[in-house]
């Protein structure tokens, strides 16, 4: 039988691979088979291009013109194109226009750049701020003080080393003594924590080893592309991911050259939306990867009611301050401001900068005498009021960079006339004083900033200090306010099919915190609060090891949503936790002694008897997880969107964050009920992409009886039917169905998930989830 062929334009789903040394093109081309036999039209790839020797991911691209070799080269890549053309499937890759790797002796781009200084033909290609520093790069990468560690810095030929870095030595002065050398390169080597208040180089967040990129120059877009649009012109691949278009100087354009070209193909991009955010509707592009849809999903199976009693339980349990995990906005006002202070000093330096440099050079009387602390302040005020990821050009800023902070802003000076300053820097953000170079500049380092906060303060820090429950701590995601309704879910998905059916959706990432199936255990702690709190209550008499009680309950929880697990995995989950959370030890400034006590904790808690007592519990309520794992899955897989499927999450999948997450995965059937239900929907899509594609339609579908909130129901096109169990715990103590149906739409209906089961008007959810706690029905013809 000749192959499918998949249509280009849109996919009807995907299947995320991630691609390393150990994972190579080969050994993805192997797994095709298998990934075809379940129903998607596309491989999603980590990105291909050549990285840092030995990268697990492939982020820390170096060279763009070529695919990366320890992947198989660019005829591995084609290898793989062809298998999986085959089997009837093509290539989305996901790839990196915001930076490269700060590593001078793999990035020959940048190399050249620390050799030949601002006249290299490669110097426009990096966000580097030539006037800081005496005009020299800052290097952060010695182990400490330059006194303490000189002489480890040798000079080889026309090369400087340090360890294992080389860099380029400035023509002419291999010779000199060591301290002029120095002084004599364009670049200079420091202690790495100066990297938090004086590096003048963008960053990728905070992160030193990752280099901003200039996109938004021609030149610069042609030459990082070159090789991407190659492929797609090729036909070796067929669309893109793009990863984080916010730290971007203009995303508005950046998207609007990529459409042009790319022809138009599809095209996600990893925006994170705040809740209620609408993606700029100017974008060319398909959509998000997913992660609104991933709140929402998540938000359907969480109970409103359960989620407040578990956080009051928390609080009684952890006693923690309220801005230190207590309440979730405080958090985020705590966190945002010590992420300005520390993690993300040099980038409000440098923003302040430029908004001193502009007021002090502006045309406009109002900008005139405004003091740099007085500009410092307004921005940090302003930014830590920020409840988005940034404003846009081709969207409202004065919808985000509200009034309403701006009066909240003020107080923070005691003279009047020096709060205007809030109000200088909000009418710059907003444009008001002109589109000039300098204007421009400061409206493109104010949001860039303001994604890295957002991105550092909310998911990198109070997602860790902010833990009642685990599962609404994801990427994307709203851990204050955490349950969607039923009403709120279908209005979500009515509005995605209406703007943006080919969005991407996700359950799992290799981003995620948690898998899905994780999140979806984590869920049912919401349904029993005081079964929960009863068990800590029990497990944790006494106290003894316990390094803090705000640790206690994510661990606690940590091994709930896992289920039996090696040691290893879970403390290494919990380390890197109580680093993010940076409340007791940090990645920059270890405390030895807690993380001994943590590490202490795991082995004898979490992972010792006590922990057996917290899997009695989860065994107990696996029907209850099982419901969430199953409904979560049919749900993402048959709401509006093109769903993305994580590598292994097919089947029952548990993972902690990243690097657990990105552990080697089993590609076979495993005959399980969650595998079964993913075929089958997955087979459906592709079987009727007019039911699921762009002209599709969705209906909600409303249960009736007694227990009718706990059936959450939509039909595809009035061709295809899910129905899900929703609160599946509170259901059986409040007596099951009982007389609750769900009206068919008119006609025959053939269950997909039991074949030869037929089913028309009004069933009782007793009989149509009498084998599962899911449902999957497809209209048969009259």
């Known amino acids: 039988?000749?192959?499918?062929?998949?249509?280009?334009?849109?996919?009807?789903?995907?299947?995320?691979?991630?691609?390393?040394?150990?994972?190579?093109?080969?050994?993805?081309?192997?797994?095709?088979?298998?990934?075809?036999?379940?129903?998607?039209?596309?491989?999603?790839?980590?990105?291909?291009?050549?990285?840092?020797?030995?990268?697990?991911?492939?982020?820390?691209?170096?060279?763009?013109?070529?695919?990366?070799?320890?992947?198989?080269?660019?005829?591995?890549?084609?290898?793989?194109?062809?298998?999986?053309?085959?089997?009837?499937?093509?290539?989305?890759?996901?790839?990196?226009?915001?930076?490269?790797?700060?590593?001078?002796?793999?990035?020959?781009?940048?190399?050249?750049?620390?050799?030949?200084?601002?006249?290299?033909?490669?110097?426009?290609?990096?966000?580097?701020?030539?006037e800081a520093q005496g005009g020299q790069v800052l290097l952060p990468v010695l182990g400490g003080p330059l006194g303490t560690v000189a002489g480890d810095l040798k000079t080889d030929g026309d090369v400087l080393r340090y360890h294992d870095h080389a860099f380029p030595l400035r023509e002419g002065t291999a010779g000199l003594p060591l301290p002029r050398l120095l002084d004599a390169q364009w670049y200079r080597p420091v202690w790495w924590r100066l990297a938090r208040t004086e590096l003048n180089y963008r960053r990728f967040f905070s992160i030193s080893e990752l280099i901003g990129v200039r996109v938004e120059d021609p030149e610069v877009f042609e030459a990082t592309h070159a090789k991407i649009f190659e492929l797609l012109r090729e036909g070796v691949v067929d669309g893109l991911r793009v990863d984080h278009p916010d730290g971007l100087a203009d995303p508005d354009d950046y998207l609007r050259r990529l459409h042009e070209a790319t022809g138009g193909r599809w095209t996600v991009v990893e925006k994170i939306l705040a809740d209620g955010e609408p993606l700029p509707a100017s974008w060319p592009v398909a959509g998000t990867t997913g992660y609104d849809a991933l709140r929402h999903v998540d938000g359907l199976f969480t109970d409103p009611a359960g989620f407040g009693e578990l956080l009051g339980q928390y609080r009684s349990f952890a006693a923690p301050q309220p801005d230190r995990g207590g309440d979730w906005d405080a958090t985020v006002r705590r966190a945002a401001y010590k992420v300005l202070t520390h993690e993300l000093a040099t980038e409000t330096d440098r923003l302040t900068?430029?908004?001193?440099?502009?007021?002090a050079t502006a045309a406009e009387t109002g900008l005139r005498d405004r003091a740099p602390w007085a500009l410092r302040t307004a921005l940090r005020e302003l930014l830590v009021r920020m409840e988005v990821y940034r404003p846009y050009e081709s969207a409202d800023a004065a919808a985000v960079v509200t009034e309403e902070a701006a009066a909240e802003a003020r107080p923070a000076f005691t003279v009047p006339e020096e709060a205007g300053a809030v109000d200088v820097v909000r009418d710059l953000v907003l444009g008001r004083y002109g589109d000039g170079p300098a204007h421009v500049e400061f409206r493109t380092r104010f949001a860039q900033t303001s994604s890295a906060l957002r991105a550092k303060s909310v998911e990198d820090t109070a997602f860790y200090r902010y833990v009642p429950l685990l599962s609404a701590t994801e990427v994307g995601g709203n851990p204050g306010d955490p349950a969607v309704?039923?009403?709120?879910?279908?209005?979500?998905?009515?509005?995605?099919?209406?703007?943006?059916?080919?969005?991407?959706?996700?359950?799992?990432?290799?981003?995620?915190?948690?898998?899905?199936?994780?999140?979806?255990?984590?869920?049912?702690?919401?349904?029993?609060?005081?079964?929960?709190?009863?068990?800590?209550?029990?497990?944790t008499r006494g106290g003894e090891g316990v390094p803090d009680a705000q640790l206690a309950w994510a661990a606690w929880q940590t091994v709930f949503g896992l289920g039996p697990a090696e040691e290893e995995r879970v403390r290494e989950a919990l380390l890197k936790h109580v680093r993010e959370a940076g409340l007791h030890t940090a990645w920059t400034e270890q405390e030895p002694a807690y993380e001994e006590a943590v590490a202490r904790f795991v082995a004898a808690g979490p992972c010792g008897e006590p922990g057996e007592r917290v899997a009695a519990l989860r065994a107990a309520l696996e029907p209850h997880v099982r419901a969430n794992v199953l409904g979560t899955a049919l749900v993402h897989l048959t709401m509006p969107g093109v769903p993305d499927v994580y590598q292994g999450t097919e089947r029952e999948y548990?993972?902690?964050?990243?690097?657990?997450?990105?552990?080697?995965?089993?590609?076979?059937?495993?005959?399980?009920?969650?595998?079964?239900?993913?075929?089958?929907?997955?087979?459906?899509?592709?079987?009727?992409?007019?039911?699921?594609?762009?002209?599709?339609?969705?209906?909600?579908?409303?249960?009736?009886?007694p227990a009718a909130a706990h059936c959450t129901a939509f039909t595809r096109s009035g061709e295809v039917l899910t129905a899900v169990t929703r609160l599946s715990l509170r259901l059986t103590r409040e007596g099951g169905w009982r007389d609750t149906v769900l009206p068919l739409p008119p006609g025959r209906w053939a269950d997909v998930l039991e074949p030869g089961r037929e089913l028309r008007g009004r069933v009782p959810a007793d009989e149509l989830f009498a084998r599962l706690p899911v449902a999957l029905l497809e209209r048969l013809p009259d």
């Open 1 to 130: 039988m000749t192959p499918r062929r998949p249509d280009p334009a849109v996919p009807t789903a995907t299947y995320r691979l991630q691609l390393q040394p150990g994972f190579p093109f080969r050994a993805a081309a192997d797994a095709v088979p298998y990934v075809a036999s379940l129903g998607v039209s596309h491989l999603h790839l980590s990105p291909v291009l050549e990285a840092v020797p030995g990268s697990a991911h492939g982020y820390d691209v170096v060279d763009h013109t070529r695919v990366r070799e320890e992947l198989g080269g660019e005829e591995g890549l084609r290898e793989l194109a062809r298998t999986a053309r085959e089997h009837g499937l093509g290539l989305v890759l996901d790839i990196v226009p915001n930076h490269m790797a700060m590593s001078p002796r793999h990035n020959r781009a940048l190399w050249e750049v620390l050799r030949d200084g601002p006249s290299s033909r490669y110097a426009r290609w990096f966000d580097i701020d030539w």
């Open 353 to 359: 900068r430029v908004a001193a440099r502009l007021c």
């Open 485 to 539: 309704s039923p009403e709120r879910f279908h209005a979500y998905c009515a509005r995605v099919q209406r703007d943006w059916p080919a969005t991407g959706t996700v359950l799992s990432t290799h981003d995620a915190k948690r898998s899905a199936d994780v999140r979806a255990a984590l869920h049912v702690l919401t349904e029993c609060p005081e079964r929960w709190a009863d068990l800590l209550t029990e497990v």
């Open 654 to 705: 548990r993972a902690l964050v990243d690097p657990d997450n990105r552990r080697p995965v089993r590609f076979a059937a495993d005959g399980s009920d969650k595998e079964a239900v993913t075929r089958a929907a997955l087979g459906l899509r592709a079987r009727r992409p007019d039911v699921f594609g762009d002209t599709a339609t969705y209906e909600p579908l409303a249960a009736e009886g």
